[in-house]
């Protein structure tokens, strides 16, 4: 068994949200990890040089690959989210290789918040070891030239029409579906039955969508975080199943959090500019008005 559709992205837009949403539908299998990331690594050429990279990478062999799927079923929506499959056109030309009738589900964010959204969740996470986001924006070109991994592609993550181009060279606009992130915020049981009318599947099943996941917030205590995070403590839990520890631990993380941090009027402003010509041609392609994407002042 492998997957007939994926949640390809774009990061920090609520795929972890949408990954959960969809695990709720019984006609739906969604592997886990949530980001196996085969086609990231398969054959992309993709760098593992920055600071804990190694640890995106998991070597897996088709085969590998496959197994996770195992308790999938003939009649079901099989998927998975790995959110830099978008961003990686080799990766896209992967899928097409192996699956080419897979149908591939990306939210789009506003790129400035996006930006933002994934330098506070690298810092977070203690992998980014520049403090000042700023610092972070104007270190990405030399980055991406010593081949630090997606997760530090801050600026050029957020250049969607680019990569709409590319997708659409790579799959037909019939099996790519584009949502906004703002839907998924305001509406996201009418998001979830375009899901499920995309998927063939019962657009009538109503699953809990009141829930939002893996938000950029810092910690209030590092030590619980790194209780929360350590790889022992996980192999140890899990004599639970899996979909109740990982509830307990959202808990425990959202009473952890500290408030989120706003995304600077200057900074947004650079960041405005930069996306400009990108979001205009992007709202021509996929019919939608992104002016608010060009208005906002800060991050609400």
Not at 186 to 214: G, K, M
Request: one cysteine or more.
């Amino acid at each position: 068994m492998l997957p007939n559709f994926f949640i390809a992205g774009a990061p920090k837009a609520g795929t972890t949200s949408l990954w959960r949403y969809l695990n709720q539908h019984p006609q739906i299998y969604m592997c886990e990890p949530k980001e196996p990331r085969y086609f990231a690594f398969e054959g992309t050429g993709v760098g593992l040089n920055g600071p804990n990279d190694r640890k995106c990478f998991v070597k897996r062999t088709l085969e590998d690959y496959k197994a996770l799927f195992d308790g999938a079923r003939e009649t079901d929506a099989v998927g998975e989210a790995s959110q830099w499959y978008f961003y990686l056109p080799n990766a896209l030309e992967a899928i097409r290789k192996t699956i080419p009738g897979a149908k591939l589900l990306v939210i789009l964010r506003d790129p400035a918040e996006r930006a933002f959204s994934n330098y506070l969740h690298a810092w977070i996470e203690e992998h980014e070891p520049l403090s000042s986001f700023r610092d972070a924006l104007a270190a990405e070109p030399m980055r991406i030239k010593a081949g630090w991994s997606p997760r530090f592609h801050y600026i050029q993550k957020g250049f969607y029409h680019k990569q709409m181009e590319e997708c659409h060279k790579i799959f037909p606009a019939s099996q790519v579906r584009i949502f906004l992130h703002e839907d998924l915020q305001t509406r996201p049981q009418w998001l979830l039955r375009e899901v499920f009318d995309f998927l063939c599947i019962d657009q009538d099943h109503i699953v809990d969508s009141s829930a939002r996941y893996n938000e950029s917030r810092p910690p209030r205590s590092r030590t619980v975080a790194n209780v929360l995070n350590n790889r022992s403590i996980r192999k140890i839990s899990k004599i639970v199943p899996d979909r109740i520890r990982q509830g307990l631990a959202s808990q425990f993380r959202a009473y952890n959090a500290a408030p989120k941090p706003k995304l600077s009027a200057s900074d947004r402003a650079h960041l405005t500019n930069v996306y400009r010509e990108d979001i205009l041609r992007l709202q021509d392609v996929i019919q939608r008005d992104l002016t608010l994407w060009l208005s906002k002042e800060t991050t609400r």
